[in-house]
């Protein structure tokens, strides 16, 4: 997809904006660089608030946009912030709303209590993802997990982004093959947005 000044061009309506990305994992998510400043005035923009935690993109939908970033584990005034992959694309987070708002969580936990293996998925999946945030800086105290992992489900939006970003959580899994495909209208950040001002960096 080609872009004008790191704003994706617009191709027109998409039926599925959101694609998995068959080589997502650690190793890239880790490799991520920090945005610039322009690369955070788009996700900025995306969040419509400041975008915070040293923002790298992990994952991009079909026009080229962020659809995923990695944060660090502290903020920049030092707050543990245990939350490593953010959602940022709006439809999807939209479409993942739609899951909660219909009570997807109520059967999702319930299926971790009657299923030991998508249980012990999901909690290896917690492990790694300590891991993971380890790397990035010194550990959270107590070793806080998210999203109610490693033991419930609290936000899907944060399990279909670790999912995005890694290919490893169950539960995000789910979580995207029941939000996708998405179809965008095109680009929720355009050049014209950036010129007419977004959030301050």
């Known amino acids: 997809m080609t872009s004008t000044g790191g704003v994706a061009a617009d191709p027109g309506p998409l039926d599925d904006a959101v694609r998995l990305d068959p080589h997502a994992s650690y190793e890239r998510a880790r490799a991520a660089a920090p945005v610039d400043h322009h690369g955070r005035a788009v996700v900025s923009a995306q969040l419509g608030r400041p975008a915070r935690g040293n923002p790298a993109v992990v994952h991009r939908c079909r026009f080229g946009l962020p ?94 982004a670790h999912h995005l970003a890694t290919g490893d959580n169950p539960i995000g899994t789910w979580t995207v093959e029941h939000a996708t495909p998405v179809p965008c209208a095109g680009p929720c950040v355009t050049a014209e947005d950036l010129d007419r001002g977004s959030p301050d960096p």
């Open 67 to 160: 659809t995923v970033v990695r944060v660090d584990p502290r903020l920049d005034d030092g707050t543990p912030f245990p939350t490593t992959f953010w959602l940022t694309c709006p439809v999807l987070r939209s479409a993942v709303g739609r899951l909660e708002a219909d009570h997807a969580m109520v059967g999702l936990n319930q299926r971790l209590d009657e299923d030991p293996e998508l249980a012990a998925e999901y909690v290896a999946s917690h492990e790694r993802y300590l891991t993971f945030r380890a790397e990035l800086g010194e550990p959270l105290p107590g070793d806080p997990g998210v999203g109610g992992m490693p033991n419930h489900i609290k936000c899907l939006h944060v399990h279909s």
